[in-house]
Every structure is written in structure tokens, then in C-alpha cells.
């Protein structure tokens, strides 16, 4: 039998508290939200009591060094996108580290931090020299508005196989408040059998952990595929859990698509039964060819979340201008 994330009590209550808020859902209806987003923010407020759990911004984004559909390079884009958002965690996919000349040889996760004022870590998933000198690198990277706890930022390699490039997830942990989330990043490569293979290293790497957890990133593939299923076993995909209600799809990428927009939803927001979906949506941009991917997403019960080992303290999200690389720094 899969093992899942938030076993025990707390699943039991996560379980009761889903149950209400489906029935309350069918029996009322779900409230009109933004355009391309789900707002399940009547039912929800009905099943969890209010101050029950924080509630956070989530966003994966393929951001594609920066290079928009339009074919231009434009960083200010994807910043403002964010910032539209609001988001409060943020996985990223195809950054540059110094890498080339298109995007400029930015530190692209360093840079966005700043304008933003996040935290961050980035993961690369290849190296090499760079024509300025310093170390190159390209890959996932995280922003949080919550201190990343120190030490806890792990880059787990998954290699090719077969395909023409390495893999990384990017694993940190979050203070929220007196949690701890586990919060991972990954971009899977375009290899069905190799995605399979990462994903399973993916859920071992991450199930040892007691407290909530996001996966997010590019699968490179359907909703129905063995991959996204295989996640499905343990965690709950958010943009699904919405399309259960509304019949949308939420597509964030264009395959083979008449009018150029995105017809198919590749890129996913992954969570533990510790956190209700409210709401998720798309939003409309020409500043990568994907569309960023949102989601609000609620504890539970703050009192019933399992804490890491590491040890617990009240915090509020992370200060302006703080940011890291690989660990965290000021």
C-alpha cells in the first residue's frame, strides 16, 4: 500500500473536514471567483472554524529564462506577475544563473528576489563556466516570503536517462507562523519512463516529512499520465481538486494548439491532505510560453499540524531584501 503524507490523527481530521466541505459544496454551490479560478472560499469557511490555519499564495512557474511568447526578454514581467498574484511561495522552472547572453548573464533568482522582496534558493540543474568568470548554472529555483529555516535546503540530483539533460529537486523548508513547510520544486524531463523513475525517487525523498508539504513544477505531461497519478497516490493536485467543481482545466501551456494558446495543463501544484485547496486559477500572461499556475491554500488546524525536528518559532513572513542561494543569506 502507498504511504501517505499526513498519516494518523491528523489524517482522519483532514479527512472529515474534506468530507464536509464536498457535501457543503454540492448542497450550496461554489461562489463566482476571477475569471479562470475557482472560489471555494463559502463552503471552506463553513467547514474549517476561522483561525484554524494560515492561509498562503502558492505559484509554479516555468518562466523560460524570461523569454515570453512574443519572443522578447523581459524579467520585469515575471515579476509583475508574481506580484499580481500575490504569492506568498513560488517554485520556479528554467532560470538562469549567469548562463547566456539571453538573459543577459542575470542571476535570474537573485534578481527577482530583490524586486520582490523574498527569500530564495536556487537549484541548478546544470553547471558550467561563465563567460563572466563565475560558475553558470540553469534550473529550479524557490522565492518564499517566510524564512527558509537554515540548513534545511536540499538538492536532490535525479540523472538523465537516456535524455539530453540532468534533473534536480529542489527541497527546502518553510517557518509559517510555528510550522514547518515542506515546500519542492522539480522540472521532469521529456522522457515518460525517466519521469516515472523521478517521481518515485521524488515521493520517497519527501515522505518522511511530518509537517505540510508542496510539490510543484513542470511534469511535462497530462493530468491522466502515469506521472501526475503516481503523485496523486499520496498528495492531492490542486488544480484537479478545482476542476472537480467548475469543469475547468486550467490549461497553462499551447501543444499543438490552433490559436497559439495554452490548450494543456503541464505544469501542477501538488499538496498534503494538512492543507484545504480555496481557490486556484490561471493568469493570463505573454511573458513565458506557461502560464504561472495559483493556488490559495489553507492548514487545516494549526493545533493538529506535526512539526519537524527542527525546533518551532513564531514568525512572520520573511523581512524585504532577504535572500540566498543554496543556503540562505541576508
Given at each position: 500500500?502507498?504511504?501517505?503524507?499526513?498519516?494518523?490523527r491528523?489524517?482522519?481530521?483532514?479527512?472529515?473536514?474534506?468530507?464536509?466541505?464536498?457535501?457543503?459544496?454540492?448542497?450550496?454551490?461554489?461562489?463566482?471567483?476571477?475569471?479562470?479560478?475557482?472560489?471555494?472560499?463559502?463552503?471552506?469557511?463553513?467547514?474549517?472554524?476561522?483561525?484554524?490555519?494560515?492561509?498562503?499564495?502558492?505559484?509554479?512557474?516555468?518562466?523560460?529564462?524570461?523569454?515570453?511568447?512574443?519572443?522578447?526578454?523581459?524579467?520585469?514581467?515575471?515579476?509583475?506577475?508574481?506580484?499580481?498574484?500575490?504569492?506568498?511561495l513560488?517554485?520556479?522552472?528554467?532560470?538562469?544563473?549567469?548562463?547566456?547572453?539571453?538573459?543577459?548573464?542575470l542571476?535570474?533568482?537573485?534578481?527577482?528576489?530583490?524586486?520582490?522582496?523574498?527569500?530564495?534558493?536556487?537549484?541548478?540543474?546544470?553547471?558550467?563556466?561563465?563567460?563572466?568568470?563565475?560558475?553558470?548554472?540553469?534550473?529550479?529555483?524557490?522565492?518564499?516570503?517566510?524564512?527558509?529555516?537554515?540548513?534545511?535546503?536540499?538538492?536532490?540530483?535525479?540523472p538523465?536517462?537516456?535524455?539530453?539533460?540532468?534533473?534536480?529537486?529542489?527541497?527546502?523548508?518553510?517557518?509559517?507562523?510555528?510550522?514547518?513547510?515542506?515546500?519542492?520544486?522539480?522540472?521532469?524531463?521529456?522522457?515518460?519512463?525517466?519521469?516515472?523513475?523521478?517521481?518515485?525517487?521524488?515521493?520517497?525523498?519527501?515522505?518522511?516529512?511530518?509537517?505540510?508539504?508542496?510539490?510543484?513544477?513542470?511534469?511535462?505531461?497530462?493530468?491522466?499520465?502515469?506521472?501526475?497519478?503516481?503523485?496523486?497516490?499520496?498528495?492531492?493536485?490542486?488544480?484537479?481538486?478545482?476542476?472537480?467543481?467548475?469543469?475547468?482545466?486550467?490549461?497553462?501551456?499551447?501543444?499543438?494548439?490552433?490559436?497559439?494558446?495554452?490548450?494543456m495543463?503541464?505544469?501542477?501544484?501538488?499538496?498534503?491532505?494538512?492543507?484545504?485547496?480555496?481557490?486556484?486559477?490561471?493568469?493570463?500572461?505573454?511573458?513565458?510560453?506557461?502560464?504561472?499556475?495559483?493556488?490559495?491554500?489553507?492548514?487545516?488546524?494549526?493545533?493538529?499540524?506535526?512539526?519537524?525536528?527542527?525546533?518551532?518559532?513564531?514568525?512572520?513572513?520573511?523581512?524585504?531584501?532577504?535572500?540566498?542561494?543554496?543556503?540562505v543569506?541576508s
Amino acid at each position: 500500500m502507498a504511504r501517505r503524507f499526513q498519516q494518523g490523527r491528523l489524517g482522519r481530521v483532514t479527512r472529515g473536514v474534506v468530507l464536509l466541505s464536498l457535501l457543503l459544496l454540492s448542497a450550496q454551490g461554489v461562489g463566482a471567483g476571477e475569471e479562470g479560478s475557482t472560489d471555494l472560499t463559502t463552503a471552506v469557511d463553513q467547514a474549517i472554524p476561522e483561525g484554524a490555519g494560515v492561509t498562503l499564495t502558492v505559484m509554479t512557474y516555468n518562466i523560460h529564462h524570461g523569454q515570453g511568447r512574443d519572443g522578447k526578454f523581459d524579467l520585469e514581467r515575471i515579476a509583475s506577475v508574481i506580484e499580481q498574484a500575490g504569492a506568498d511561495l513560488v517554485g520556479l522552472q528554467e532560470v538562469d544563473e549567469n548562463w547566456a547572453a539571453r538573459s543577459q548573464f542575470l542571476e535570474e533568482a537573485s534578481w527577482l528576489a530583490k524586486r520582490l522582496g523574498m527569500q530564495y534558493v536556487f537549484a541548478p540543474a546544470l553547471k558550467r563556466p561563465s563567460l563572466l568568470g563565475a560558475e553558470a548554472g540553469y534550473g529550479n529555483a524557490l522565492l518564499s516570503r517566510y524564512p527558509i529555516v537554515p540548513g534545511s535546503t536540499e538538492i536532490l540530483l535525479l540523472p538523465k536517462q537516456g535524455t539530453r539533460e540532468d534533473r534536480v529537486l529542489l527541497r527546502a523548508e518553510v517557518q509559517v507562523g510555528t510550522e514547518c513547510w515542506q515546500v519542492a520544486v522539480t522540472h521532469l524531463g521529456l522522457s515518460r519512463s525517466e519521469r516515472v523513475d523521478h517521481v518515485r525517487q521524488i515521493l520517497a525523498r519527501l515522505q518522511s516529512f511530518r509537517g505540510p508539504t508542496i510539490l510543484m513544477g513542470d511534469w511535462n505531461d497530462r493530468p491522466d499520465s502515469p506521472e501526475v497519478s503516481l503523485v496523486t497516490t499520496q498528495l492531492q493536485d490542486v488544480a484537479a481538486v478545482a476542476q472537480a467543481q467548475d469543469g475547468d482545466p486550467r490549461p497553462t501551456f499551447a501543444y499543438d494548439s490552433p490559436d497559439g494558446r495554452p490548450n494543456m495543463r503541464i505544469d501542477y501544484i501538488f499538496a498534503s491532505a494538512a492543507l484545504q485547496v480555496r481557490r486556484v486559477w490561471t493568469i493570463d500572461s505573454v511573458g513565458s510560453d506557461h502560464l504561472p499556475l495559483v493556488a490559495q491554500l489553507q492548514a487545516v488546524s494549526a493545533a493538529l499540524l506535526t512539526l519537524s525536528g527542527s525546533a518551532a518559532t513564531a514568525s512572520e513572513p520573511a523581512a524585504t531584501g532577504q535572500a540566498g542561494s543554496l543556503a540562505v543569506g541576508s
